[in-house]
């Protein structure tokens, strides 16, 4: 072989590896493109200095690989979805049993993910010990005080959030008739977040609540609820907004900028802290559209408020939703089908996300 044979044949071989190489690539990319997008939600959301968050079913995450896989992908902040309820974490008298909401924290701690504390004090999911125990008011304070104090101190420095008291308010903008106005009395809200605040005083502490961000009764009630309890120096840092919309009764982007900008008057976080858009099933196509808008639109007035700290969905695959089973007939609510497909809505939110 003489010289110029072999320029040829050492040239030849780069460009045909080089060709080879680049068409491996665009292949890969091509192959990964719905399963692992380039940017995931958590990277983009961080680029706003914003967390991005989903709702975690413990007995899904146990058993389900995949769930586990896209959690950590996409998201930078988790919420146990049940298992840090009264009922689940205060199953007797004199047990608390961390050992679920502890494999979250263990989990959220080796993908850097933050975790979000759901819920202190609520109507639901309340054990018969406590609900049929015929207590006296001195002994339910004392109960609800240890509960907090433990709970909240068992985490105590590794939890940044918590829900402290959850839907308060009814529709008609009164104090919610619930187990806990009746047996403690309407104090129970400014004792919970002080008794928080006792145990952990760098966790930001959370009223959280649903139908809260359009314009109506109850949002006003909750603004002079949490008015009243920042006069008196209650340690309350901010507001959950859960979101639980469909595409028909969503609050317009106006009113939720509205609703945010009231709360930062106040000195209060915005958090919206349960997202998901139920459409009634079987979706089409239309539908989707509209709820890949409604996502679009409460991340866009998130965005513009600058007390807006995390935006995070009530789970983030329809194949584990409460919505089914809670409003029969609707769901497909979330951004990822039940094969941990990318939706529109998903799309919609890395679009926005992608922009200044
Ligand atoms: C729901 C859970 O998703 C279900 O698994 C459970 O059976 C009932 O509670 N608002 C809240 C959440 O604050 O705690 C609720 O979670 C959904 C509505």
């Known amino acids: 072989m003489n010289e110029r044979q072999e320029m040829h044949r050492i040239y030849g071989a780069r460009r045909l590896r080089r060709l080879l190489t680049f068409g491996a690539l665009f292949l890969t990319s091509c192959v990964q493109l719905p399963l692992a ?7 983009l959301g961080a680029q706003h200095q914003l967390l991005i968050g989903a709702s975690v079913d413990e007995a899904v995450f146990q058993r389900d690989a995949h769930y586990r896989e896209v959690l950590a992908r996409e998201f930078s902040i988790l919420t146990p979805e049940n298992a840090l309820k009264f009922e689940r974490v205060h199953p007797a008298p004199d047990r608390y049993d961390f050992r679920r909401p502890d494999a979250l924290m263990d989990f959220a701690a080796s993908h850097h993910m933050a975790v ?5 004090v609520w109507d639901g999911q309340l054990p018969q010990w406590l609900t049929q125990g015929h207590f006296s008011r001195t002994q339910l304070t004392a109960i609800l005080r240890d509960h907090i104090h433990t709970v909240v101190g068992h985490y105590r420095g590794r939890i940044p959030l918590w829900d402290v008291v959850s839907e308060a308010i ?18 129970y809200i400014a004792l919970a977040f002080n008794w928080a605040y006792e145990a952990d005083p760098h966790a930001r502490l959370l009223y959280n609540d649903y139908g809260i961000a359009g314009d109506n009764r109850k949002a006003d009630a909750v603004f002079r609820l949490l008015r009243d309890l920042r006069g008196q120096h209650v340690p309350v840092d901010g507001v959950g907004l859960q979101m639980h919309l469909s595409p028909n009764d969503a609050p317009t982007v106006r ?4 609703n945010m900008m009231r709360f930062e008057s106040l000195g209060l976080e915005v958090d919206i802290t349960e997202m998901d858009v139920r459409v009634r099933l079987p979706a089409n196509g239309t539908e989707l559209a509209q709820q890949a808008r409604v996502y679009r639109e409460m991340l866009d007035a998130c965005l ?33 089908g039940p094969d941990f497909q990318p939706k529109p809505a998903y799309h919609a939110l890395v679009d926005r996300l992608r922009r200044r």
Do not use: E, M
């Open 37 to 43: 997008p380039v940017a995931p939600l958590r990277a």
């Open 255 to 258: 009113q939720v900028r509205r």
């Open 170 to 187: 009814d529709d008609d903008g009164k104090l919610r008739d619930s187990f806990w106005l009746r047996s403690i009395g309407p104090d």
């Open 116 to 120: 979000h504390g759901h819920t202190l």
């Open 304 to 336: 513009a408020a600058p007390n807006c700290k995390s935006f995070a969905l009530w789970g983030f695959t329809d194949k584990y939703s409460w919505i089914p089973d809670n409003f029969p007939g609707w769901g497909n609510a979330l951004i990822f």
